[in-house]
């Protein structure tokens, strides 16, 4: 028996393990809990980074649930795929290894961060939930099975997000957040079981392979791209995003950014892999760009004028959505036109998705940044901070790196992603490059402003006796600065490696559907 | 809550066993009949909901070991996962217990029954579901008693 | 007209659940709401699979008819119903802890994350 033919479905059952066993071993102390906590959050990166290697190396890998063998797809001569089928192709891969290493560096810092709290055994199993579910959205085939993975993604969301259970700011934010996850979920539901009951199958390939665009597809396509654009934070939806983000524990912020990430990768696989060449005109993609400007702009507007810094960070976060959907539209745009595809599109879509693996990165990296600075000082507030560079030398290092890396400073990796939406955006429209360029420079003064009072000037007589945050949570903010400055040394070897394979996997669509139409390879 | 009248209390002892029965009825004949895991393991949740209503909390909560529930619910949780990886060598959740139509009209089945594994997982579940169920219940009754209590240990560890 | 009778009866129950919500300013009425809509979702699903004049979609059990209802809408539903009720109980207990510590169930008073 090959393990790895079997990998898809140890990435689903490494972090399931881990959260059926979490009440079990934290009766037995506190040791055990973060050794289960690390281990297993360690175990599902080494087995994301080995599937994207496999897939890499080998095509499009397909796994069928429950089935005789693991790529059965068409049993004795069905003509329809009958069971659950996990499809994982270049961009699945791509967003597991990101979704991976979030989750990982959250679940290092939350080892230290959380320890004074009470209910963390509930805490390690929600979180091994919600790294589940992120997970499945990214690499299922089928399409009922990613609305489950959606709705045990939110649950477990809900949970985290209002887990400082006696701070009445967090459980409203909790609360608005579930009423409006929870109606988006119902909407996506019927776009599911309208699509069932034309096409009688529930497989996304197989949907692809026999859809032809009439009124009741574009209903369906309108309702599925305003749930998973709801579940990114795009504006006009955005309103969730930053009272979620601000009041989580930042370990769970992390891989909150990580979560919107699997819907944004939904979004995608729908609009390329799913109608792909029958999107039936250009409309949908100038929605897609046009509601990408608008994140951009309000996003940061917003966030200027913010003093209390994750609630700052979470509006920027709404903006960064706004690239990659500006770049990916761009993309969808030109999908059917084989010159401008060649020309600028596949261009954009290299940079939206290498945006997304930056993003990602860096994000998180500011969320536990901020995280560390209200462990030591207690303080969310900027107007009360002042000074910490000298007592904090290691978290204003990578705070400072991160900060660059999002305002897109020559060389760190988000210049390089937003160059490449720049000059193939450029082509399309030339407002829409102002509008990206105007964004950058507000974003820039704004980490200016919070590095500027958070960290330098005077030391405040408050802060004598801060101390650096202890070594788990420097570890988890380590290895995201690590994936940061890896893609910042070696720009070339990342965009021919990790993001080339997935746009152009992300574009074939019939290699997409051929994968299991074919009876599985 | 107070605890009802002596009639309540009367019908409450005749059928809260009951339901329990009645609800593994429909746990373990969860592949032949309209029913299966969830169904039952609500039905046998509701043994705890009737005795709440029908005697008080304060008398449910000296009677009540919590201990039981989690168990159900973490041995519920391991058996379904345990039988999803013994499918092994072909794929994770293999129904490796099976026996085709053909075969089980021709010779008649032994004990387990031929739909293999879904009757098994049916069990599983049925026990995971109770004891959850049945821990929401409790859990949001006590919350509700905390707001005349105002007995709340002061949480000190997150940020304020 | 009169087979189409379950989708007339989806659209009205979603309508009144989605109106509910954005009129509503009791907590736990949204919450009814969304239970409401829940049930829409589900009934639509159940009615996708019917077949006019089908048997029970097990084989041993149907005899000799041949015209079956499709089970993988009831599959879907029963799925949907699991999920809504592990977020009703969620929400519910989130509502009641807005209750302990804002001391009021109105919507328009429950605004300190603004701005």
């Given at each position: 028996?090959?393990?790895?033919?079997?990998?898809?479905?140890?990435?689903?059952a490494?972090?399931?393990?881990?959260?059926?066993?979490?009440?079990?071993?934290?009766?037995?102390?506190?040791?055990?809990?973060?050794?289960?906590?690390?281990?297993?959050?360690?175990?599902?990166?080494?087995?994301?980074?080995?599937?994207?290697?496999?897939?890499?190396?080998?095509g499009?890998?397909?796994?069928?649930?429950?089935?005789?063998?693991?790529?059965?797809?068409?049993p004795?001569?069905?003509?329809?795929?009958?069971?659950?089928?996990?499809?994982?192709?270049?961009?699945?891969?791509?967003?597991?290894?990101?979704?991976?290493?979030?989750?990982?560096?959250?679940?290092?810092?939350?080892?230290n961060?959380?320890?004074?709290?009470?209910?963390?055994?509930?805490?390690?199993?929600?979180?091994?939930?919600?790294?589940?579910?992120?997970?499945?959205?990214?690499?299922?085939?089928?399409?009922?099975?990613?609305?489950?993975?959606?709705?045990?993604?939110?649950?477990?969301?809900?949970?985290?997000?209002?887990?400082?259970?006696?701070k009445?700011?967090?459980?409203?934010?909790?609360?608005?957040?579930?009423?409006?996850?929870?109606?988006?979920?119902?909407?996506?539901?019927?776009?599911?079981?309208?699509?069932?009951?034309?096409?009688?199958?529930?497989?996304?390939?197989?949907?692809?392979?026999?859809?032809?665009?009439?009124?009741?597809?574009?209903?369906?396509?309108?309702?599925?791209?305003?749930?998973?654009?709801?579940k990114?934070?795009?504006?006009?939806?955005?309103?969730?995003?930053?009272?979620?983000?601000?009041?989580?524990?930042?370990?769970?912020?992390?891989?909150?950014?990580?979560?919107?990430?699997?819907?944004?990768?939904?979004?995608?696989?729908?609009?390329?892999?799913?109608?792909?060449?029958?999107?039936?005109?250009?409309?949908?993609?100038?929605?897609?760009?046009?509601?990408?400007?608008?994140?951009?702009?309000?996003?940061?507007?917003?966030?200027?004028?913010?003093?209390?810094?994750?609630?700052?960070?979470?509006?920027?976060?709404?903006?960064q959505?706004?690239?990659?959907l500006?770049?990916?539209?761009?993309?969808?745009?030109?999908?059917?036109?084989?010159?401008?595809?060649?020309?600028?599109?596949?261009?954009?879509?290299?940079?939206?998705?290498?945006h997304i693996?930056?993003?990602?990165?860096?994000?998180?990296?500011?969320?536990?940044?901020?995280?560390?600075?209200y462990?030591?000082?207690?303080?969310?507030?900027?107007?009360?901070?002042?000074?910490?560079?000298?007592?904090?030398?290691?978290?204003?290092?990578m705070?400072?790196?991160?900060a660059?890396?999002?305002?897109?400073?020559?060389?760190?990796?988000?210049?390089?992603?937003?160059?490449?939406?720049?000059?193939?955006?450029?082509a399309?429209?030339?407002?829409?490059?102002?509008?990206?360029?105007?964004?950058?420079?507000?974003?820039?003064?704004?980490?200016?402003?919070?590095?500027?009072?958070?960290?330098?000037?005077?030391?405040?007589?408050?802060?004598?006796?801060?101390?650096?945050?202890?070594?788990?949570?420097?570890f988890?903010?380590?290895?995201?600065?690590?994936?940061?400055?890896?893609?910042?040394?070696?720009?070339?070897?990342?965009?021919?490696?990790?993001?080339?394979?997935?746009?152009?996997?992300?574009?074939?669509?019939?290699?997409?559907?051929?994968?299991?139409?074919?009876?599985?390879? | 809550?107070?605890?009802?009248?002596?009639?309540?209390r009367?019908?409450?002892?005749?059928?809260?066993?009951?339901?329990?029965?009645?609800?593994?009825?429909?746990?373990?004949?969860?592949?032949?009949?309209?029913?299966?895991?969830?169904?039952?393991?609500?039905?046998?949740?509701?043994?705890?909901?009737?005795?709440l209503v029908?005697?008080?909390?304060?008398?449910?909560?000296?009677?009540?070991?919590?201990?039981?529930?989690?168990?159900?619910?973490?041995?519920?949780?391991?058996?379904?996962?345990?039988?999803?990886?013994?499918?092994?060598?072909?794929?994770?959740?293999?129904?490796?217990?099976?026996?085709?139509?053909?075969?089980?009209?021709?010779?008649?089945?032994?004990?387990?029954?031929?739909?293999?594994?879904?009757?098994?997982?049916?069990?599983?579940v049925?026990?995971?579901?109770?004891?959850?169920?049945?821990?929401?219940?409790?859990?949001?009754?006590k919350?509700?008693?905390?707001?005349?209590?105002?007995?709340?240990?002061?949480?000190?560890?997150?940020?304020? | 007209?009169?087979?189409?009778?379950?989708?007339?009866?989806?659209?009205?129950?979603?309508?009144?659940?989605?109106?509910?919500?954005?009129?509503?300013?009791?907590?736990?009425?949204?919450?009814?709401?969304?239970?409401?809509?829940?049930s829409?979702?589900?009934?639509?699903?159940?009615?996708?699979?019917?077949?006019?004049?089908?048997?029970?979609?097990?084989?041993?059990?149907?005899?000799?008819?041949?015209?079956?209802?499709?089970?993988?809408?009831?599959?879907?539903?029963?799925?949907?119903?699991?999920?809504?009720?592990?977020?009703?109980?969620?929400?519910?207990?989130?509502i009641?802890?807005?209750?302990?510590?804002?001391?009021?169930?109105?919507?328009?008073?429950?605004?300190?994350?603004?701005?």
């Amino acid at each position: 028996m090959n393990w790895n033919d079997h990998l898809p479905a140890l990435l689903l059952a490494v972090p399931l393990f881990g959260a059926f066993m979490a009440p079990i071993v934290c009766l037995f102390g506190k040791t055990l809990r973060n050794v289960l906590l690390i281990g297993i959050s360690f175990v599902t990166m080494l087995v994301a980074l080995l599937l994207w290697r496999n897939v890499l190396v080998g095509g499009i890998a397909v796994y069928v649930m429950g089935g005789e063998s693991f790529n059965l797809t068409l049993p004795s001569g069905m003509a329809l795929p009958i069971r659950i089928i996990m499809e994982v192709d270049a961009f699945s891969a791509f967003m597991v290894v990101c979704g991976s290493i979030a989750s990982f560096a959250g679940a290092l810092f939350s080892t230290n961060y959380m320890e004074k709290f009470s209910g963390i055994g509930r805490f390690v199993s929600l979180y091994f939930l919600l790294t589940l579910g992120m997970l499945g959205m990214m690499i299922t085939g089928d399409f009922f099975n990613f609305f489950i993975f959606i709705e045990i993604a939110s649950i477990a969301s809900f949970g985290l997000v209002a887990f400082w259970r006696d701070k009445p700011e967090a459980v409203e934010a909790g609360l608005k957040y579930a009423l409006v996850s929870q109606v988006g979920s119902m909407i996506f539901l019927i776009a599911a079981g309208s699509l069932y009951g034309k096409y009688n199958a529930l497989n996304m390939a197989a949907i692809g392979s026999m859809l032809q665009f009439g009124v009741m597809e574009k209903l369906a396509l309108v309702f599925i791209v305003g749930t998973l654009a709801m579940k990114c934070g795009s504006f006009p939806m955005h309103m969730w995003l930053p009272d979620a983000y601000a009041e989580a524990p930042s370990g769970v912020s992390c891989l909150l950014v990580a979560v919107s990430q699997a819907s944004l990768y939904g979004l995608m696989r729908v609009c390329f892999s799913l109608y792909g060449i029958n999107l039936g005109g250009s409309f949908i993609p100038w929605m897609i760009i046009s509601m990408g400007l608008a994140s951009m702009f309000f996003g940061v507007t917003m966030a200027v004028v913010q003093h209390e810094i994750k609630r700052l960070i979470g509006y920027h976060s709404v903006s960064q959505v706004g690239y990659m959907l500006l770049g990916l539209g761009v993309g969808l745009l030109v999908l059917t036109d084989a010159r401008g595809m060649a020309e600028y599109g596949f261009t954009a879509m290299k940079g939206g998705i290498f945006h997304i693996f930056n993003y990602t990165m860096y994000k998180g990296l500011l969320f536990l940044a901020a995280g560390a600075i209200y462990y030591a000082t207690g303080k969310r507030d900027l107007n009360e901070m002042g000074g910490l560079a000298r007592r904090m030398p290691f978290t204003t290092a990578m705070f400072v790196i991160a900060a660059a890396a999002i305002s897109g400073l020559p060389p760190f990796n988000g210049f390089v992603s937003k160059l490449l939406i720049y000059e193939s955006v450029f082509a399309v429209h030339p407002a829409l490059t102002v509008v990206a360029l105007l964004t950058s420079v507000l974003t820039l003064a704004s980490f200016v402003k919070v590095f500027q009072t958070a960290f330098l000037g005077p030391e405040k007589s408050v802060f004598t006796g801060v101390r650096e945050v202890p070594s788990g949570m420097l570890f988890g903010m380590g290895v995201l600065t690590l994936a940061v400055l890896g893609a910042t040394l070696f720009p070339s070897w990342t965009l021919s490696n990790l993001v080339e394979p997935a746009a152009k996997a992300l574009v074939d669509q019939a290699g997409y559907i051929g994968a299991v139409m074919g009876g599985g390879l | 809550m107070r605890p009802l009248s002596i009639v309540v209390r009367t019908g409450c002892d005749l059928f809260a066993w009951f339901l329990v029965i009645f609800g593994s009825t429909i746990i373990i004949h969860g592949d032949v009949t309209p029913g299966g895991g969830f169904q039952g393991g609500a039905i046998v949740a509701t043994f705890l909901s009737l005795l709440l209503v029908a005697y008080g909390g304060k008398k449910l909560l000296a009677w009540v070991n919590v201990g039981i529930f989690n168990g159900m619910l973490v041995f519920g949780l391991l058996a379904f996962f345990l039988l999803g990886f013994l499918g092994f060598p072909h794929s994770f959740f293999f129904n490796f217990l099976a026996v085709p139509h053909e075969i089980a009209q021709a010779t008649g089945h032994g004990v387990i029954p031929p739909s293999g594994t879904i009757a098994l997982m049916d069990i599983a579940v049925g026990l995971e579901v109770a004891g959850g169920l049945s821990l929401i219940v409790l859990s949001m009754f006590k919350g509700v008693r905390l707001f005349r209590e105002e007995h709340f240990e002061e949480e000190s560890g997150h940020d304020r | 007209m009169i087979g189409n009778a379950p989708f007339f009866v989806v659209g009205l129950l979603f309508l009144a659940g989605l109106v509910a919500i954005f009129m509503e300013k009791n907590l736990i009425k949204i919450a009814v709401a969304i239970s409401i809509i829940s049930s829409a979702v589900n009934l639509f699903l159940v009615a996708l699979g019917y077949r006019a004049g089908g048997t029970i979609p097990v084989h041993y059990l149907a005899g000799e008819e041949t015209l079956m209802v499709l089970p993988t809408p009831q599959a879907m539903t029963l799925t949907a119903i699991v999920i809504a009720l592990a977020t009703t109980a969620l929400l519910l207990s989130l509502i009641m802890l807005v209750y302990r510590l804002y001391g009021t169930l109105d919507v328009d008073e429950i605004r300190r994350l603004r701005g």
